[in-house]
């Protein structure tokens, strides 16, 4: 079963401008992750926040963590066409991880 | 740093065939993932391996898939008879351990006719 949910679910914007995605989760996590994929091609791991973190930078990568609503959200700042891929959460659960359904996030250049 | 290798990298075969794919994780990495994702989801997990023990196989069909991981290193994931809803793109991915970061391999992209 997957734990996370994405939203949107698809994302379009230009160049240039932010794009934040969302990421809902049902059970206690020890952590979250974040992966890109490029079409057709594997998955990249991107940022990873521990349950005790609230917020992580990784370069134009900003991850939030709140626990007590069960979300996360990814923002991307000055985007480029090159970011264009799907966007993945990954929820650490108790046993084992689980990955939600994903952003496409298209950036027009 | 050599990647998660995967092979073969596309396999065409016919519904009730059978079919293999290979995973070589990042040496070192004691945790094997097996997932499969079909076209516009998110990787669903079919097994995990820690070492060469299965950790989590609750999502496997196993009437007709079937995975080892001897000496726990190389990986085999089988599907023995395939069906059309098979294809999907399989995904393996090593970790260091249990819920850490995950590296994938570029995948293998199968389609049953």
């Known amino acids: 079963s997957q734990q996370g949910e994405e939203d949107p679910q698809a994302l379009s914007i230009q160049e240039g401008e932010n794009a934040t995605m969302n990421c809902s989760y049902k059970t206690s996590i020890n952590n979250l992750q974040w992966y890109r994929q490029n079409s057709g091609r594997g998955l990249v791991h991107l940022i990873l926040?521990?349950?005790?973190?609230r917020e992580k930078h990784s370069g134009r990568l900003r991850v939030t963590l709140d626990t007590s609503k069960k979300s996360s959200s990814l923002l991307i700042t000055a985007s480029r066409a090159a970011d264009t891929a799907s966007y993945f959460c990954?929820?650490?659960?108790?046993?084992?991880?689980?990955f939600g359904a994903g952003t496409r996030l298209t950036v027009k250049p | 740093e050599a990647g998660v290798a995967q092979s073969p990298r596309y396999k065409i075969i016919e519904k009730r065939q059978s079919v293999a794919f290979w995973c070589n994780p990042i040496?070192?990495?004691?945790?094997l993932y097996w997932y499969q994702q079909i076209l516009g989801q998110g990787p669903k997990l079919l097994i995990q391996f820690q070492n060469n023990g299965v950790v989590d196989d609750s999502q496997l069909p196993k009437d007709r898939f079937s995975a080892e991981r001897l000496k726990g290193v190389d990986s085999t994931l089988k599907i023995q008879p395939a069906k059309l809803e098979d294809s999907a793109v399989y995904l393996c991915?090593?970790?260091?351990?249990?819920?850490?970061?995950?590296?994938f391999g570029p995948g293998t992209r199968l389609l049953v006719l």
């Open positions: 926040i521990r349950s005790n973190e």
């Open positions: 991915a090593s970790s260091l351990g249990r819920q850490e970061t995950q590296y």
């Open positions: 990954a929820t650490a659960e108790v046993a084992d991880m689980r």
């Open positions: 040496s070192g990495h004691a945790t």
